[in-house]
């Protein structure tokens, strides 16, 4: 059975850890109780492509906030929750926005409502695929992804 951690107490990370990136964890990567019913999923160390999720659970059913990146770290992710959600279904999946480390993942929620804006819904189908291919190999960056993520982040700032 998967252990939810606690962020006072268990926030550090394991020895060795590393971000997605090969960079030594900050915080240990998994599920933590905030409070009775709600999750954060924690990923270090939260930066671009480290997005990190939410779980609200309620009432037999769940609501989680934002997919991953790509399917294998949204896999992850729902096998932690799974402790939960199997007497909780996740019923809805919130997309913050169209950025792919936000959405990528949302093809593994098949039972699942998919709620965004209407301007993330329209930009989701532009945002490009390829962007996935980005994330690192061994803790270096992809060709190209720096020049990406600085694109993505000026778009954002506009």
């Known amino acids: 059975m998967t252990k939810l951690l606690n962020w006072k107490r268990d926030r550090t990370p ?3 850890e590393k971000s997605l990136f090969g960079d030594p964890a900050k915080f240990q990567r998994g599920l933590y ?5 709600v999750y954060a999923w ?5 930066s671009w492509g ?6 609200i659970s309620s ?5 989680v906030f934002d997919s991953l990146f790509d399917l294998k770290l949204t896999a992850n992710m729902l096998r ?3 402790p939960i959600t199997k007497n909780a279904p996740i019923r809805m999946l919130v997309n913050s926005h169209s950025n792919g480390d936000h959405t990528y993942g949302n ?3 098949k039972d ?11 930009e989701m189908p532009s945002e490009p695929a390829s962007a996935a291919t980005l994330l690192p190999v061994r803790g270096r960056l992809r060709e190209g992804a720096e020049s990406y993520a600085k694109a993505l982040a000026n778009d954002i700032h506009r």
């Open 14 to 16: 394991l020895h060795g």
């Open 33 to 37: 109780e905030i409070t009775e019913g």
């Open 42 to 46: 924690m990923q270090p160390n939260g």
């Open 50 to 55: 480290e997005s990190n999720a939410a779980m």
């Open 59 to 63: 009432g037999g059913e769940s609501l």
């Open 80 to 82: 932690h929750m799974e």
């Open 107 to 109: 093809e593994l929620f």
């Open 112 to 122: 699942a409502t998919i709620l965004a804006s209407e301007k993330a819904a329209e």
